[in-house]
């Protein structure tokens, strides 16, 4: 059944078209809570943790099974690159290879507990330095060959590849390193300490040049390549513990308390802010020439200039959403993953 579509009033914005959310494209009964962590999305396929202990690689499209693949239970990483699917359960205590093409085990390599973070250069997996539990550990992607590990345990945040490396943060610094030998390339001392955001991530790389870091309970950081270090926005509310969206050439930030602020940039002005009188999941993504934003009870559709237009509320209590490209969404609920997607229409005379 198509969801219930109810318009909200328009405020001083002409559109030439309507944007509608239409019957579910196809869905996905995982038998366990769904969550933004659980699932990635790739050109041709979906691929998510399901029954506690399985892999399933779905077609996007349809959502039939290409794979089915064990791996463990409980994701603590999961990460696609380069034609591979790395796997980092709670248990067995191992990191695991697959082909993501057939879901073939290629390699595997034991870790001691609580070796979490995982991150894949174009030939190099990083794994480790959540919480400071364990050392940091570098492996070939091709055949888990090992590479190096540090002698001590190390924090860091989420790790993300950016400017040639992997960029890595704890407290008020952010470093940058050669994951196929450890070596660092830069640094930078940051004005307050990076938000808690664990396993979220806290950086997003938005260009060759400069990534923004969440710092604090209310600022956003952009670091430059350069090694300079710039204040972007320092919100007048608290900020919800993880690294911007950067969707449609807009900074998004999910507010502690409900909605999003949105923000240009290159200036960090506030560009508008989306309240809907309730938190709102992670996940924008760009619908037409507006966005599609979530709550855990509804989607809203935004203008080019953030106004809400459309709520189509949902039965099932959303935990995120993503973009699955081409106007099409997928959604996680509390036991389901599910393909929307919007359908445009001239207005009625």
């Known amino acids: 059944m198509p969801l219930e579509l109810i318009r909200l009033p328009q405020r001083g914005l002409a559109w030439s078209t309507e944007l509608m959310i239409r019957e579910t494209l196809w869905e996905r009964d995982l038998h366990q809570r769904g969550s933004a962590s659980s699932f990635l999305v790739t050109e041709d396929r979906v691929v998510v943790h399901e029954r506690h202990t399985r892999l399933v690689c ?34 067995p205590n191992q990191l695991s290879c697959l082909d993501l093409r057939t879901g073939a085990a290629l390699w595997h390599v034991e870790l001691p507990r609580f070796f979490g973070h995982v991150v894949a250069s174009t ?52 470093w940058l390193i050669d994951p196929r030998d450890g070596s ?15 396993p979220r991530p806290v950086f997003t790389a938005v260009g060759p040049g400069h990534c923004l870091a969440r710092l604090g309970p209310r600022s956003l950081m952009r670091l430059q390549s350069s090694g300079a270090v710039d204040e ?15 969707v449609g050439g807009v900074v998004w930030l999910r507010q502690s308390r409900a909605g999003y602020l949105a923000a240009d940039p290159n200036t960090g002005s506030t560009l508008w802010r989306v309240n809907v009188g309730q938190p709102l999941v992670s996940g924008v993504i760009r619908a037409d020439d507006g966005f599609v934003v979530a709550s855990e009870g509804a989607l809203f559709r935004l203008r080019p200039d953030g106004q809400i237009m ?13 973009d699955l490209g081409a106007g099409e969404m997928i959604i996680t609920t509390r036991g389901t993953l599910k393909a929307l997607a919007l359908e445009s229409r001239q207005p009625s005379e």
Do not use: K
């Open 310 to 322: 459309e709520r189509s509320p949902h039965a099932q209590r959303i935990s995120a959403l993503r």
């Open 123 to 174: 030939d190099t997996v990083l794994v480790g330095g959540w919480r400071g539990y364990t050392p940091l550990a570098a492996f070939d992607l091709r055949d888990g060959r090992p590479l190096w590990q540090t002698p001590l345990p190390e924090r860091t945040a989420l790790p993300v590849l950016w400017g040639g490396g992997v960029l890595m943060g704890h407290g008020p610094e952010a």
């Open 184 to 198: 660092e390339m830069a640094r930078w001392q940051l004005p307050e300490p990076l938000a808690d955001s664990e």
């Open 232 to 246: 972007l926005i320092r919100h007048d509310v608290d900020l919800v513990a993880e690294g911007a969206e950067f």
């Open 58 to 91: 779905l077609d996007r499209e349809d959502g039939s099974v290409r794979w089915d693949a064990p791996v463990g239970t409980w994701l603590r990483n999961l990460v696609i690159a380069h034609g591979r699917c790395l796997v980092l359960p709670q248990s």
